[in-house]
């Protein structure tokens, strides 16, 4: 999973990851244009990394579509921060495991 991923950097990971033949969840506040060729090996989740339940419903896609994370690539730039933001990056690290966090 790649978060951020309709950033310039988080877009370069995302076709990455794919090229290397990951299949990747790629979730963005902002609409998320993945390449043609990229579509089958991804899917393009768009929501806050700042609202729990965006992140929540978007895992729950995400697990189902592709399995288990693996790997989890945190790339978006929050400008504005909650009480609730040791859980809501608990909520994406959740099933990945630590030595696999980048």
Avoid: Y
């Avoid at 999973?1 to 299949?23: E, Q, W």
């Avoid at 998320?32 to 992140?55: E, K, Q, Y």
Wanted: one cysteine or more; charged letters at 20%; hydrophobic letters at 45%.
């Amino acid at each position: 999973m790649v978060n951020g991923a309709a950033g310039t950097l988080g877009s370069a990971i995302v076709a990455a990851m794919i090229d290397d033949g990951h299949r990747v969840t790629a979730f963005d506040q902002q609409p998320i244009d993945l390449a043609p060729a990229h579509r089958s090996h991804a899917a393009a989740f768009t929501g806050d990394v700042r609202d729990i339940d965006a992140v929540r419903s978007t895992m729950s896609q995400a697990c189902k579509e592709f399995g288990a994370l693996t790997a989890l690539v945190i790339c978006a730039g929050v400008q504005e921060t909650r009480s609730n933001d040791r859980n809501l990056w608990m909520c994406f690290g959740r099933g990945v495991p630590s030595r696999r966090m980048i």
